[in-house]
């Protein structure tokens, strides 16, 4: 089973922009697709965003236009850029190569 290592969290100001990556040691290749979730204490998990083996890519609502999903097979690495941060976003977020591969989660703290 492949393992998944997310970083790139932090604390930024509202309005900043954060890059958080996701790195597989195995495979990351077009079977499976991929994604990111977030959850604050106290609530579900929820979906980010997620991207299919053709690149199809899909967002909650709240994210649209504001993050992008991608994914670099070569280099076996998701990303999720985060721009326009807003307090809301405030969670740990989590990476899933689908099914059931999840990351152990990163902190981003949206605050001034």
């Known amino acids: 089973q492949v393992q998944l290592v997310e970083s790139g969290g932090g604390l930024v100001q509202p309005g900043g922009s954060l890059r958080l990556s996701c790195a597989a040691s195995g495979s990351i290749d077009n079977r499976n697709a991929m994604g990111w979730y977030r959850q604050v204490p106290g609530k579900e998990r929820e979906s980010v965003a997620t991207i299919t083996p053709s690149g199809r890519t899909n967002y909650r609502d709240s994210v649209k236009g504001r993050f992008t999903i991608s994914r670099d097979n070569a280099r076996n690495t998701l990303y999720l850029q985060m721009n326009s941060l807003k307090p809301e976003d405030t969670a740990v977020y989590y990476c899933?190569?689908?099914?059931?591969?999840w990351g152990q989660g990163t902190q981003v703290t949206v605050s001034s």
């Open positions: 899933i190569k689908f099914p059931n591969s």
